[in-house]
């Protein structure tokens, strides 16, 4: 799992559905942060849940559980009432236009979606917030994971990707993202790395703590890992882009092949994240 929004959308849609128990929630969020917060933003948001307002205080993850559930409700019809966006400039699928809501999730980069069958839904975006300066956090940990809850005017409509669609995609971005890497680090002109390769598994195994819900699909988790790995080539090769105009020109092109396959990787995620969360049901 590659960021707070997936872990809690699929380990709480999993426990909606019977098929994990509360403490695989927590545990699945305690590896974000060693501690949670939900506060609500507005008036509305509060009473959809149950969060104090106009006086905010900070709950932590056992309300945040119980927030998404209090939203959920109990739809009459069995399925997921959960989903992730994972918006940015330029591509915001998902998102209510024109909504602060939307606003705070591209700058997040992730947001979670909640809807109901007679209730308006409401949106999540989490932050964090670093206390370095508090003795248990001398070490630098996260601190807080703080999740805000918005009132949405409506679910917005979005049809996932396909799943089999995707998957085929990745297979071409994968050896397209290795090539570009390849070619960057020969090309130079960007931060030296030594083994571009080695920094791509590094990048890996720190995702592979992120566990997902015994309930998945073997063809959604491979999509996943295919992503994953496309994803770490795009962080890798960040690092090795030309900043020069005088780059080689082989270079600049692998700079430019990269670019595109970042969507292709948000569109996957969100094609296997839709699989996972209909295999629970």
Do not use: K
């Not at 195994?205 to 080539?233: C, F, G, K, M, T």
């Not at 900043?243 to 080689?248: A, D, E, V």
């Amino acid at each position: 799992m590659w960021c707070p929004s997936v872990s809690l959308t699929l380990w709480t849609n999993a426990w909606l559905a019977g098929q994990a128990a509360p403490d695989d929630v927590l545990d699945a969020l305690s590896q974000w942060a060693p501690r949670h917060s939900v506060t609500a933003y507005d008036g509305v948001a509060a009473q959809r849940t149950g969060l104090p307002w106009p006086d905010v205080n900070d709950a932590g993850a056992v309300s945040l559980l119980q927030t998404v559930r209090t939203a959920a409700g109990r739809p009459t019809v069995p399925g997921p009432t959960l989903g992730i966006v994972l918006p940015v400039p330029g591509d915001v699928r998902g998102l209510p236009p024109g909504t602060t809501f939307g606003r705070d999730a591209v700058a997040a980069g992730e947001a979670v979606l909640v809807r109901a069958e007679r209730d308006a839904p409401i949106g999540l975006v989490p932050e964090f917030h670093y206390e370095d300066s508090e003795p248990e956090f001398a070490q630098g940990d996260a601190g807080v994971l703080s999740w805000t809850v918005y009132s949405l005017p409506s679910m917005p409509a979005a049809v996932p990707p396909d799943l089999g669609e995707a998957e085929y995609t990745l297979r071409s971005a994968v050896r397209s993202a290795a090539d570009a890497l390849t070619a960057l680090r020969a090309g130079g002109g960007g931060v030296d790395i030594d083994d571009p390769r080695g920094m791509v598994e590094q990048v890996l195994d720190s995702s592979h703590q992120h566990r997902a819900p015994d309930h998945a699909p073997a063809r959604a988790l491979r999509v996943l890992e295919n992503a994953a790995h496309v994803d770490a080539i795009i962080t890798v090769g960040a690092g090795l882009m030309p900043i020069s105009r005088q780059s080689s020109s082989e270079a600049q092109l692998a700079s430019d092949a990269l670019r595109p396959l970042a969507g292709m990787v948000r569109s996957a995620r969100l094609a296997a994240v839709d699989a996972i969360l209909r295999s629970a049901w």
